[in-house]
């Protein structure tokens, strides 16, 4: 069965500055997609970046980007330039390549901005 | 367009009761997930339909089940409640049940709370 951890419960960063979330992830499969959603106090969650696992180059979103290690199973999201509107719950997620879309979450991590 | 939307926003149940919520995804969008959110948890899944079909199903007793009718919405029940299942109900839908492109979006969720 497939696993997600994510064994930092809280982390905070000052506004401006960079910050890394960390996730790693366990599977059989060769082939898969890794995503970091976050979750504001609003309770929706949004897909903040994706990563396909054949793919080599890390994917980048503007501020956001990865560090996907595929042989260690590790899918970190770095946010560069914090803002305080980045202040929410982040989930790691892992879904396999084929029929069934479910995800697989993390237990997430509260992020806080500092003014 | 609207996103995905769920009703209600909150409900309050007492143990033994039946509950139903109901999802209506993005236009165009023919599969619908479900995920349990218990508090300082992630999301868990619970079933996907595709086409009216169930697709997937999660770890889940038999006390939940959910349908889509014809225009791809989708309602989740669940039977004899527990105090808990209280916990956040997500609903995400996406275009087809396997598109890299095309990711799940969800919905602000249904706060269900057992007494």
């Known amino acids: 069965a497939q696993t997600v951890t994510q064994s930092q419960p809280e982390m905070s960063v000052q506004e401006a500055e960079t910050v890394t979330l960390s996730c790693t992830y366990d599977?059989?499969?060769?082939?898969?997609?890794l995503f970091w959603y976050k979750q504001p106090p609003s309770r929706q969650m949004i897909l903040v970046i994706r990563?396909?696992?054949?793919?080599?180059q890390n994917a980048t979103e503007n501020r956001f980007s990865v560090n996907f290690q595929k042989a260690a199973k590790s899918f970190s999201l770095k946010i560069s330039d914090s803002q305080l509107g980045d202040a929410a719950m982040y989930f790691c997620?892992?879904?396999?390549?084929?029929?069934?879309?479910?995800?697989?979450f993390g237990k997430g991590i509260t992020l806080s901005v500092r003014p | 367009d609207a996103g995905v939307t769920q009703s209600p926003t909150h409900l309050i149940k007492t143990r033994g009761q039946h509950v139903t919520l109901r999802c209506s995804p993005i236009?165009?969008?023919?599969?619908v997930s479900w995920y349990q959110q218990v508090l300082g948890q992630g999301p868990q899944f619970i079933f996907q339909?595709?086409?009216?079909?169930?697709?997937g199903r999660g770890n889940f007793p038999d006390r939940f089940s959910a349908r889509q009718f014809p225009n791809y919405s989708s309602e989740l029940n669940v039977n004899a409640l527990l105090l808990g299942d209280s916990a956040l109900y997500l609903c995400?839908?996406?275009?087809?049940?396997?598109?890299?492109?095309?990711?799940?979006?969800f919905g602000d969720g249904t706060r269900l709370s057992i007494l």
């Open positions: 997620a892992y879904r396999p390549k084929g029929a069934n879309s479910k995800l697989t």
């Open positions: 236009s165009g969008h023919k599969s």
């Open positions: 995400a839908s996406s275009f087809s049940m396997d598109a890299y492109n095309q990711p799940q979006h």
């Open positions: 990563q396909e696992a054949y793919k080599q």
């Open positions: 339909y595709y086409e009216k079909e169930e697709r």
């Open positions: 599977t059989s499969e060769s082939d898969y997609y």
